[in-house]
């Protein structure tokens, strides 16, 4: 697992090996979801640390996105 970050906070996207994909197929809504697959293979974690805030922003959906784009602080 890859995923960019900012002053060690993990970001967006997280890029997944292929060898995951299994697991991330049996994803659903009662389980943490990619969380709990980050926190199980912490280890194996890299991260690639960002100057700027913007890896911060979650855009999972429309509405999120359009915030985002209204958001003038970034």
């Not at 299994?22 to 974690?45: A, C, M």
């Not at 913007?54 to 602080?73: H, P």
């Amino acid at each position: 697992i890859t995923a960019p970050c900012y002053q060690e906070k993990l970001g967006h996207p997280l890029l997944f090996s292929s060898q995951l994909l299994p697991e991330l197929k049996q994803i659903s809504d009662s389980s943490l979801g990619l969380r709990e697959i980050v926190k199980k293979h912490s280890s194996k974690l890299t991260t690639v640390e960002f100057a700027t805030p913007e890896v911060l922003i979650d855009v999972n959906n429309k509405a999120a996105y359009l915030r985002a784009l209204e958001d003038t602080s970034l």
